[in-house]
């Protein structure tokens, strides 16, 4: 059981890391979402420069996309490395894999425009174009990477893991069976 926990722990750190990967590859294929800022009345008003816009949801969706691939990435990985499998390694599959999706979310954001988008809309200047910050709105998407990664394990265990000895012994086909399993006397 010792060697089971340790195998885990290590497995859990070593998906968690691969958020890094996950943040940067967010940063950088996420849809910049543009702003434009606007004095009324005194104060800097910041909106939308395309209110039908779909870069906010495209975003959302990078992200999750980027997910269920770390997700089946990081299942195959560990499924190769360790085919038997066990309760610690899928639990450290999952754990590992939902502090990956946090790692990367707060790695895109830190990596994204500042968030203080009136500051940015001062030095940009009134109605000049700039980005927003990298925002995740659908926070389920955190859960992409390690459903995607539980569900491929458990797929790949099932048809290639190790399979369990029976129990009970087949029957042999040369003593006749009663109606419930049991040999028939005479």
């Known amino acids: ?11 859990a750190v070593a998906v968690a890391l691969g958020g890094v ?3 940067v590859l967010w ?11 606007d004095v009324v009345s005194g104060n800097w008003v910041v909106y939308l420069k395309d209110t039908e816009g779909e870069q906010a949801v495209g975003v959302d969706g990078t992200f999750s996309l980027l997910a269920l691939g770390f997700g089946v990435v990081s299942a195959l990985a560990v499924f190769l490395v360790r085919r038997r499998g066990g309760v610690p390694l899928v639990v450290a599959l999952a754990v590992g894999g939902l502090l990956g999706s946090l790692l990367a979310w707060r790695i895109g954001v830190w990596l994204g425009p500042a968030q203080d988008v009136v500051a940015q809309a001062r030095s940009a200047g009134k109605g000049v174009t700039f980005d927003a910050p990298l925002k995740l709105n659908a926070k389920g998407a955190l859960l992409a990477w390690p459903f995607a990664a539980l569900v491929l394990h458990l797929g790949l265990t099932a048809l290639f893991g190790p399979r369990d000895p029976d129990h009970f012994p087949p029957p042999d086909p040369y003593v006749p069976q009663g109606p419930h399993g049991a040999a028939s006397g005479s």
């Open 1 to 11: 059981m010792k060697t089971e926990m340790r195998e885990a722990a290590v497995t």
């Open 21 to 23: 990967l996950l943040g």
């Open 27 to 37: 940063w950088w294929l996420a849809p910049r979402v543009p702003l434009v800022g």
